[in-house]
């Protein structure tokens, strides 16, 4: 069974009885392990957070999704306690990783939520195996490749919101120089990035993990040091319109009616929504309005059989608590 603090039994301030529904779990995909929350009964919704975040940012919506789908909160490769290799952080590759995971738990096809970088990875994975995705929301990205490219020299606005993909692109002056100034570098994300301040025990419990580990660190920049290939997928990606219903949602004080407007740039079939007086991160920071905005898209997709509807995969297997 997962331990430590990135697991449900080290996470802080959790919703009265998210551990009778939930528990963490390992999930070996045949390339690489990855870490996954899961609770809950009815068809699978896999929910994927961003940059710097890990699956206790949906905390707050779990309980309530759990009572109609099978909630599969993931980390990511290069989070929390998943498995930590050196590449593969293009989103064609995270895309992968988590086709492969779901068919590791035996689901051929689901519903997916991604925020920020899982964002990114939901838009890969929708161009890339259409055939898996049933419906897909987003929030609060723009997706590069896609989305309009920003000026180097743009406003002090545009420069404020998005000056770390250049820092986090560098080679290696980067570790150098949050190593044991992570409080200062991701508080600071945390801090400028939310309209109503995220609890400090969930960014003290977000940047602990970070600081816990240099390869998480590491890994925590890989993602932007991608981004030369993730945008070459990207410019591919536009030719391949996505069919699928997606939700478009953006916190109305950072990227508000911008991400719908991304979506709309990939996607025939696109709902936005804009949630007032939110920042970057709607799942904490208005997450009865985000609730609210998922339980009716979702609502299509809730009655669909509720087993599993793929065979294990020979050689592939969960390990951990099954929950």
Not at 127 to 141: F, I, K, Q, W, Y
């Amino acid at each position: 069974m997962p331990e430590g603090s990135g697991s449900v039994a080290g996470a802080p301030n959790l919703p009265a009885g998210f551990t009778a529904t939930f528990t963490s779990r390992y999930v070996d995909t045949g390339h690489l392990r990855l870490h996954a929350v899961t609770g809950g009964e009815g068809p699978p919704l896999l929910l994927l957070a961003g940059w710097p975040q890990t699956w206790y940012a949906w905390r707050l919506l779990m309980p309530a999704l759990a009572q109609d789908f099978r909630v599969i909160a993931v980390d990511p490769r290069g989070v929390g306690l998943s498995d930590k290799p050196l590449d593969g952080y293009d989103t064609g590759t995270l895309a992968r990783d988590m086709v492969a995971l779901m068919d590791a738990l035996g689901h051929q096809r689901f519903a997916m939520v991604g925020h920020d970088v899982g964002m990114w990875t939901g838009y890969a994975l929708a161009s890339d195996h259409p055939d898996r995705l049933d419906r897909l929301a987003v929030a609060e990205a723009a997706i590069p490749g896609l989305s309009p490219a920003p000026p180097l020299f743009g406003s002090q606005e545009t420069n404020d919101r998005l000056w770390h993909f250049a820092f986090n692109r560098l080679t290696d002056v980067n570790e150098q120089l949050v190593s044991g100034r992570e409080h200062l570098y991701f508080g600071h994300q945390f801090a400028t990035k939310s309209a109503k301040a995220l609890p400090d025990y969930a960014v003290r419990y977000y940047v602990d993990i970070l600081a816990a580990d240099p390869e998480a660190l590491r890994c925590s920049f890989e993602f932007y040091r991608a981004l030369d290939t993730t945008i070459a997928q990207n410019q591919q990606r536009k030719a391949r319109r996505l069919s699928l219903p997606v939700l478009a949602i953006g916190g109305a004080e950072n990227l508000g009616a911008s991400v719908g407007a991304t979506m709309q740039l990939a996607a025939d079939d696109v709902q936005s929504l804009v949630v007032p007086e939110c920042g970057h991160y709607p799942a904490e920071e208005a997450p009865e309005a985000v609730l609210s905005a998922l339980t009716a898209f979702l609502a299509p997709y809730r009655g669909r059989r509720t087993t599993s509807d793929l065979p294990t995969v020979r050689g592939v297997n969960a390990q951990g608590v099954s929950g």
